[in-house]
């Protein structure tokens, strides 16, 4: 069962505690030797899961599935919307499914998204340095926390702290992540924070053809061409 709501944050709203989280930081393990940092980046098995997403002041608590399989996170944000995150080609492919079952697909690169995301995917980048942050328990399950820092090929970086499930073979079952806000917001804005829990963790192979984008994706840029009509 996923633990209470939790908050994406607006950009220039103070960051507040998760809720159903204590609000004071990870335990330090007493007598630990001194901090660790590793540049390994994350590998789990394929595995699915429930992500658990509340937006302050928004439509209440979202629910979205999520698959993982190597670098790449597949979002079904709703029965009929589906992000695909391509870390490994810097894209993200929204797909969108209409009553006929027909489908349209739209390509753009990662910063055209927007700050909508799946906290998973921002734990994957070029570079990855992971630094041990304590022990915490979490829905009833002891976690290792780590602060991560993650930088993408396109030198843009994104700094998380994530809960390691010692249950679930150290997959996160909650991630605190933060990103800079729009370009087009105020240069004093603070960074956005997304939090996110994640439950019905389940191992098992992710079919490759959820994973794979339509043949009919068009680029975002077309989308917003205006095709003048033969007179």
């Known amino acids: 069962m996923l633990a209470a709501s939790v908050n994406i944050l607006a950009a220039q ?41 509340a937006t302050r002041g928004g439509p ?11 670098s790449t996170v ?14 490994s080609a810097g894209k993200v492919y929204k797909i969108v499914t209409s009553p006929d079952k027909t489908s349209s697909c739209v390509v753009m690169k990662r910063d055209q998204h927007g700050f909508m ?11 990855v340095e992971r630094t041990p942050a304590g022990t915490d328990v979490v829905d009833g399950h002891k976690t290792k926390v780590e602060d991560v820092v993650v ?13 390691e499930a010692d249950d679930f073979q150290g997959a996160p079952i909650k991630v605190v992540s933060e990103i800079d806000p729009p370009a087009n917001v105020d240069s004093d804005a603070m960074p956005i ?11 098992e192979k992710v079919d490759p053809a959820l994973l794979t984008p339509p043949d009919n994706c068009m680029p975002l840029e077309k989308t917003y061409e205006v095709i003048e009509q033969p007179k």
């Open 193 to 203: 924070k997304i939090a996110a829990l994640y439950g019905d963790i389940k191992f």
């Open 60 to 70: 209440g608590t979202l629910l979205m599935k999520v698959y993982f399989s190597g």
């Open 117 to 127: 995301t799946s906290p998973f995917e921002m734990l994957q980048g070029a570079k």
């Open 13 to 53: 709203q103070a960051a507040a505690p998760v809720s159903g989280s204590p609000a004071q930081e990870p335990a330090k393990v007493a007598g630990s030797p001194p901090v660790q940092k590793s540049s390994e980046p994350f590998s789990f098995p394929d595995f699915t899961a429930i992500q658990k997403i």
């Open 74 to 87: 597949r979002v079904d944000v709703s029965p009929k919307i589906t992000d695909l995150f391509v870390t």
């Open 151 to 163: 930088t993408r090929a396109d030198g843009k970086v994104m700094k998380s702290k994530v809960w």
